[in-house]
């Protein structure tokens, strides 16, 4: 896509810092990282979303996500690592082309996450919970 930062990044127009490239999947370090050593996983094609993602390239990703945990985590003393996606507008997305972030988390890095985890604190009850689960596996068959 001619106005895809990515693709432009694939193709060579716009420089970047790789860390992984093979024939379907480039990684390289994220422009405005969170923390050292912020990358960002991205196919080769041009994919909107998890919902477009060929299933094939998607374990492809998830392993080179593994892959280059281990090597930041390495090479970086990082004390953890958190994978990081949003698909959609709503959820956060602002370029729209698959990226994976793997963000390496240093002990007292100041990067505050846990926002997200406590948007909603109210305990929801198991019955509430069975009945979304029977409407998410019935999607599934």
Request: with cysteine; hydrophobic share 45%.
């Amino acid at each position: 896509m001619e106005d895809c930062v990515f693709c432009k990044i694939v193709s060579g127009t716009f420089g970047s810092a790789k860390i992984w490239e093979d024939d379907q999947v480039l990684a390289f370090l994220d422009i405005k990282p969170l923390t050292k050593g912020h990358a960002l996983i991205i196919p080769k094609q041009h994919v909107k979303d998890i919902f477009d993602l060929d299933p094939e390239l998607l374990k492809k990703i998830a392993v080179t996500a593994q892959r280059i945990s281990l090597a930041i985590k390495k090479s970086l003393q990082a004390d953890g690592i958190r994978l990081s996606q949003s698909n959609g507008k709503a959820a956060g997305q602002e370029i729209f082309h698959f990226h994976l972030h793997v963000i390496p988390r240093y002990a007292n890095d100041g990067i505050s996450m846990s926002e997200v985890m406590t948007a909603h604190p109210d305990l929801v009850s198991i019955e509430d919970l069975g009945v979304l689960s029977k409407k998410i596996t019935g999607a599934l068959s």
